[in-house]
């Protein structure tokens, strides 16, 4: 079946520019997540969604950073005023639930920010 | 605070011999152990999960360890082969949701 798919699978932009990133799970997975990993560094959690629960936003790094799940399915991971140390390599994750299911991972969408 | 802890260097090994790769963690017991195996270019993949109550785990020529006492695991993979090459990720339950990984460990096996 079809995994989790991300897109766009790059974008450029400009310092100062908003940038939206999509992400879209696996069909009946109920927990998405998304990550953030820096060239030659490891992943860094962003924010976490589980059903209708409020979303966990402990891991973004500013109030910059914002992301929204519709419908319990499509997310959109927005970043507003970008900065150059936004560039890193966005992945999204989905699992079946919020225990400890293995996740599975989109390829991620390259951000530089110049 | 908590803290998990990968070689950062690179593991070269030539084909056919075992790779070990080593995942330590400080200040916490996870519940379990995730390894994941990541692709230049590409998202994680999910390869083995390991309970506390579990010593070990096999699957097809990868095994994984886990010690709770020395607070490590370890992930062995046999009969090693070039397309074994990549960057395997470890990442202990923190106790939230969503993962908290090593740093990784690149894995070069040489024809």
Redesign the interface.
């Known amino acids: 079946g079809a995994g989790?798919s991300q897109s766009p699978s790059n974008k450029v932009t400009e310092k100062g520019k908003d940038v939206e990133l999509r992400c879209d799970p696996i069909s009946g997975h109920t927990?998405l997540?998304w990550?953030r990993q820096s060239l030659g560094?490891?992943?860094e959690?962003l924010i976490?969604f589980?059903g209708n629960s409020a979303p966990?936003k402990?891991?973004l790094p500013s109030d910059r950073f914002s992301a929204e799940r519709t419908g319990g399915s499509v997310s959109t991971l927005t970043i507003q005023r970008t900065q150059q140390e936004d560039s890193a390599v966005y992945?999204c994750?989905s699992s079946p639930r919020?225990t400890?299911d293995?996740?599975?991972?989109?390829?991620?969408t390259r951000l530089t920010v110049l | 605070s908590q803290k998990i802890e990968q070689n950062s260097e690179a593991l070269n090994i030539q084909e056919g011999k075992t790779a070990t790769l080593t995942c330590n963690y400080t200040n916490y017991s996870p519940a379990y152990l995730q390894w994941y195996r990541q692709d230049p270019g590409r998202g994680p993949v999910f390869l083995l999960l390991i309970r506390e109550n579990e010593k070990e785990k096999r699957k097809e020529r990868l095994k994984v360890t886990f010690d709770t006492t020395l607070k490590q695991s370890l992930f062995h993979i046999t009969a090693s082969q070039p397309a074994d090459s990549a960057t395997y990720l470890c990442a202990p339950d923190t106790g939230r949701r969503a993962l908290t990984f090593g740093s990784g460990t690149r894995l070069q096996v040489q024809p």
């Open positions: 989790v927990a997540y990550y560094q490891g992943l959690f976490y589980q966990d402990s891991g992945l994750a919020a400890n293995e996740q599975f991972f989109g390829p991620g």
